[in-house]
């Protein structure tokens, strides 16, 4: 089965424009904003190298609607990636179906997939499992690449902003009562900076803490299959 390209819209928030990106052939994941208004944040399946592992520390409550979506895609792109033929997919399914800690479903699920698929042995699964890892790692790691890019640049841009209206605050107290309507203008709008870039900010966190946790459940439950067949399979 080929790769999907999954879905993904990349907004700028601060412009206001919207795209829409070009199918893509192998496996790695695009982080992206999403428009106000729009549903949330996606992912898809690309071939572009990318760095070793990331970590993103979660805030500790993640939006439900943000780590379902997460979730979804992840095992979308799981499989999007089954090879055709019996592979490790299909003895993940088995697995997963039966009980990944009864030791039974394993041989059972080794023997149907040795009768489809005669060369099928524990190497191969074994292997099978690590480039699923492997691939699931790529998506992981495009996403926070390109959602944490995104947050420091909002934040840099806050901070810009925030610098150059202190500034100016400073400049128009030295002209007192002269300048005082200007004093007041600004003032305000130093007040109104978090809670203008705060919506935005939590919005990223809410996207990286689900792609963390959506990426860990299914690494650990390819984990758990894997150990599984290294007990359970001779």
């Given at each position: 089965m080929g790769l999907i390209d999954l879905f993904i819209n990349s907004d700028e928030s601060s412009s206001g424009k919207t795209s829409t990106p070009a199918p893509v052939k192998q496996p790695v994941v695009s982080f992206s904003e999403q428009p106000v208004g729009q549903t949330a944040p996606a992912f898809t399946f690309s071939s572009e190298p990318t760095p070793a592992t990331q970590?993103?520390?979660a805030p500790v409550q993640v939006s439900n609607e943000y780590l379902q979506k997460a979730f979804e895609l992840y095992e979308k792109g799981f499989e999007s990636l089954n090879k055709d033929g019996f592979d490790f997919y299909e003895f993940y399914q088995s697995v997963m179906q039966?009980?990944?800690t009864n030791p039974q479903v394993y041989?059972?699920?080794f023997g149907m997939g040795s009768i489809m698929d005669k060369s099928?042995?524990?190497t191969k699964l074994i292997n099978d499992a690590d480039y699923y890892v492997a691939e699931i790692t790529k998506v992981y790691n495009d996403n926070v690449n390109k959602g944490t890019t995104k947050k420091q640049n909002l934040l840099v841009q806050k901070d810009s902003e925030n610098k150059n209206l202190v500034a100016e605050l400073e400049?128009?107290?030295q002209q007192?009562?002269?300048l005082k309507v200007q004093i007041d203008d600004r003032k305000r709008k130093l007040s109104d900076i978090d809670s203008k870039y705060s919506p935005e900010l939590t919005d990223f966190d809410n996207r990286l803490g689900a792609n963390e946790l959506a990426k860990r459940k299914i690494v650990d439950s390819i984990?758990?299959?894997k150990q599984g067949i290294n007990l359970n399979i001779k």
């Open positions: 970590t993103y520390q039966g009980g990944p041989t059972m699920a099928l042995s524990k400049n128009m107290e007192l009562e002269a984990e758990q299959v």
